[in-house]
């Protein structure tokens, strides 16, 4: 149990939609980043928020966008999906303090894109 | 870029035996480094991770790592497994403690009776 919750579980959408990823933190962690898992891969870094900015992101289109809000939730929104964004999508939430948190992850959120 | 590589996609061991799961990176500094182990339908659980000092590790689960700079690999062992062992895991690189990382593709273990 890491204290971190997604919502929905699983989600099926059409091609050409617009779709809202949710997460919930731990109390009082300032770092959320989202995780893109296809079938069979590895995670791929999406994009990271720390206090309501977004200072990283990985190699995604900017129809991937996200929120960061003050307590402690996020969201992954993602525009136009295309049959590719079918996969497993994974936030993780972390304290930044000492450069050396430990980063915990959610369940994640299946999406299908029909 | 950075990059992790997971060599064997599959691994299969007999339960009670010892286990070696390969991992190399590429990266142009320091790097942090960790193992992720996912069990099916479920998010990713932290095993062990390095940022600096003992090149050897322990994590939970019985599980520990060697990080090895010459030859740019952090490998992960343990010496007896058992059947719950049974998962998907993952190598990771990262610039900091957690943030940012970069996956490797997975090995999955399946563990014989």
């Known amino acids: 149990e890491t204290g971190v919750t997604q919502s929905p579980t699983h989600l099926i959408k059409t091609r050409g939609q617009q779709v809202t990823l949710r997460c919930s933190s731990q109390s009082g962690h300032n770092t959320v980043s989202w995780y893109q898992q296809a079938l069979g891969q590895g995670p791929q870094f999406i994009f990271q928020y720390y206090r309501e900015e977004e200072n990283g992101r990985g190699n995604f289109p900017p129809r991937f966008s996200g929120l960061q809000f003050p307590n402690y939730s996020s969201e992954l929104n993602v525009n136009a999906l295309e049959l590719d964004d079918s996969a497993l999508y994974l936030c993780?939430?972390?304290?930044?303090?000492?450069?050396?948190?430990?980063?915990?992850f959610g369940p994640g959120t299946r999406l299908l894109v029909l | 870029a950075q990059s992790v590589t997971q060599p064997d996609i599959h691994i299969t061991v007999s339960e009670g035996a010892s286990l070696e799961l390969r991992c190399n990176y590429s990266y142009g500094a320091t790097p942090y480094l960790f193992w992720y182990v996912q069990s099916p339908g479920q998010g990713l659980q932290l095993l062990l991770k390095y940022f600096s000092g003992d090149t050897m590790v322990q994590g939970i689960k019985g599980f520990e790592a060697e990080f090895k700079r010459s030859q740019s690999s952090f490998n992960l062992r343990k010496p007896s497994v058992h059947w719950s062992d049974a998962a998907e895991y993952f190598c990771a690189v990262g610039p900091n403690a957690g943030n940012m990382l970069t996956f490797g593709g997975g090995t999955r273990l399946m563990v014989k009776p």
């Open positions: 993780a939430s972390s304290f930044r303090q000492s450069g050396q948190e430990t980063q915990y």
